[in-house]
T-cell receptor, first 111, second 113 residues
């Protein structure tokens, strides 16, 4: 089992749609969680951190369920510019520096 | 705002050749990282340096060496390139806390023939 698993997609949605991505992680001791965005042939960039109580940043909402060991990202009112790959990222408790990246979920937003 | 600078952007090697990927950051970060990204695999950590003067193996260190030259610079060396090392390589830097975000360089597309 991979340490961080994501549905690879692709998700094809129309502009204005709401789309949700889920991610599961295997290490129950993991402490830090993030969503990164990666555009085609570009470097990953932090989209948002994920906090235990859930957090929102504009159209984006991230949630963490420690009991079930999954993280979610909800995008409301999708824009064409949201088309990208979304990476689920987990920092295990051990060591602290061995951040683990999921393989990513591809999103295409269509006009 | 340079951030993390990686060179070269593209490189083609023949099997057995050696090369060094250079990385520098101007954000005064303590930790620096080298990742490789392959289709369907996500980013995998090759080596990291938690602070100047220290380096540690990540998930896939075989075939690579690193040098933390100073606080700014962290290089990755392939001593004898193999086709399995064909990949996109990313350098990243971050702070000292485990929940701090990572900043990535623009990547190096490496092909080994």
């Amino acid at each position: 089992r991979k340490e961080v698993e994501q549905d690879p997609g692709p998700f094809n949605v129309p502009e204005g749609a709401t789309v949700a991505f889920n991610c599961t992680y295997s290490n129950s001791a993991s402490q830090s969680f993030f969503w990164y965005r990666q555009d085609c042939r570009k470097e990953p960039k932090l989209l948002m951190s994920v906090y235990s109580s859930g957090n929102e940043d504009g159209r984006f909402t991230a949630q963490l369920n420690r009991a079930s060991q999954y993280i979610s990202l909800l995008i409301r009112d999708s824009k064409l510019s949201d088309s990208a790959t979304y990476l689920c990222v987990v920092n295990p408790n051990t060591g602290g520096f061995k951040t683990i990246f999921g393989a990513g979920t591809r999103l295409f937003v269509k006009a | 705002n340079a951030g993390v600078t990686q060179t070269p952007k593209f490189q083609v090697l023949k099997t057995g050749q050696s090369m060094t990927l250079q990385c520098a950051q101007d954000m005064n970060h303590n930790s620096m990282y080298w990742y490789r990204q392959d289709p369907g695999m996500g980013l995998r950590l090759i080596y990291y340096s938690a602070s100047e003067g220290t380096t540690d193996k990540g998930e896939v260190p075989n075939g690579y060496n690193v040098s933390r030259l100073n606080k700014r610079e962290f290089s990755l060396r392939l001593e004898s390139a193999a086709p399995s090392q064909t990949s996109v390589y990313f350098c990243a830097s971050g702070g000292t806390a485990t929940n701090e975000k990572l900043f990535f360089g623009s990547g190096t597309q490496l092909s080994v023939l």
